[in-house]
């Protein structure tokens, strides 16, 4: 029996769509603190709120934008989200003072909020269900590609020629996702045609997914320690003295999600959640564990590989998970639950584990990630207790 066609246009079009997004996303989380730093005359403090207004008010908007897809209908609510994370981006080089830029950043973290649950939405739809689990790991393989991608060319770009330039580009690749959702296939909105006049319901069954809570606050809990990675690696790398490499960290982390994707997303979809989840936390545990250990590049290295494997492979199984128990018209929400809380645990987390780094050092720090995430086996297992989910029968 034929496998349904998971590479279809539309497929193609969105999973590129989304990568164009976060490689935005990306290009700006490490080019803006050194924009506040030296082109406004910030703080190191300053700078860190450039990223804390976005991913607030992505969170906020997060939480009406899944009415807003069940209303209007997915690609209209994706075609006018890039409209705004598009004018926001072309906005950058106007910005003449910390004020005005962290008001566009906000304005710029609604945009991404409509888009990435607008997005996830599509993405769920299109996917067989057959394939949900390798399907879903491809589409957040974008996802990981752009975090590799975005913060190596911003940097280079910026080092090479000025930030505006690098203003410029973001531009150009905002445009270009918001071309390529034009061409995404036009579905029908689940209230209806969407003629009536819209109503925002604030009744928390509305803003929130309550089939999704429970992966998705296992997510939160390991969003904790997946920010001591985003935030510290590149200033652990200067501890180990090879900070000229650091930005390669990301590079190797993707290359081993790229390889292994083809096989992981399969054995989900065949075997269940379950064994990939187990054998994912075990690896992003170990890959943890050998960062903790590296005195020099080449553990360097394999660590990023083998929490690549590891945490590469957990993301879109959760996001799988909590997805595939929504029924059609809440999978928008529960993307954005998902995605919301997973935010929440990034912003708290980088908060604690700077503390924690500041007073036990990186190594410490990285060394008692690797027993949380152990700990984390324990909290899976009772959340999906009674509840395991098996995308090929579903």
Not at 38 to 66: D, Y
Not at 125 to 154: C, K, Q, T, W
Not at 259 to 275: E, K, Q
Request: charge should be positive; include cysteine.
């Amino acid at each position: 029996m034929n496998k349904p066609a998971l590479w279809t246009k539309d497929f193609i079009g969105i999973a590129v769509t989304n990568f164009f997004l976060f490689m935005t996303f990306y290009f700006l989380l490490v080019t803006l603190p050194v924009y506040v730093l030296h082109e406004l005359n910030g703080s190191e403090a300053e700078a860190g709120l450039a990223t804390t207004v976005f991913l607030i008010s992505a969170i906020l908007i997060r939480f009406i934008s899944g009415q807003w897809v069940e209303h209007f209908g997915k690609k209209n609510v994706l075609v006018a989200s890039l409209v705004v994370f598009l004018t926001a981006s072309s906005l950058y080089p106007f910005t003449d003072g910390l004020t005005s830029l962290l008001v566009l950043r906000f304005f710029h973290g609604i945009g991404f909020g409509m888009a990435t649950t607008a997005a996830g939405a599509v993405v769920a739809d299109i996917i067989p269900h057959s394939r949900r689990g390798e399907g879903m790991g491809y589409y957040v393989m974008s996802m990981n590609l752009a975090m590799a991608i975005g913060p190596f060319a911003g940097l280079a770009i910026m080092n090479r020629w000025t930030i505006q330039t690098g203003f410029a580009v973001c531009t150009a690749v905002a445009f270009i996702a918001l071309l390529i959702s034009f061409v995404l296939k036009k579905d029908r909105p689940e209230r209806g045609e969407g003629t009536n006049k819209f109503k925002l319901n604030l009744a928390p069954a509305q803003l929130v997914e309550k089939t999704a809570l429970p992966i998705a606050l296992t997510g939160t809990f390991f969003a904790i320690v997946y920010s001591a990675i985003l935030s510290f690696v590149s200033v652990y790398a200067e501890e180990l003295h090879i900070g000229a490499a650091s930005g390669f960290f990301f590079v190797v982390y993707a290359v081993v999600i790229v390889l292994s994707r083809p096989f992981t997303g399969r054995w989900f979809d065949r075997y269940g959640a379950n064994a990939v989840v187990y054998p994912s936390i075990v690896l992003f545990a170990a890959g943890l564990l050998l960062l903790s250990q590296a005195g020099g590049a080449g553990l360097f290295f394999i660590a990023a590989g083998v929490i690549g494997l590891g945490w590469g492979t957990l993301f879109p199984g959760f996001q799988t998970i909590a997805i595939s128990k929504a029924r059609p018209e809440k999978k928008a929400l529960a993307t954005a639950t998902f995605l919301s809380l997973f935010d929440l645990g990034i912003g708290f987390g980088s908060f604690v584990m700077g503390a924690v780094a500041a007073g036990l050092g990186f190594k410490v720090l990285y060394a008692a990630c690797a027993v949380y995430v152990l700990v984390g086996l324990i909290v899976y297992y009772f959340v999906q207790k009674n509840n395991t989910v098996s995308e090929h029968a579903s």
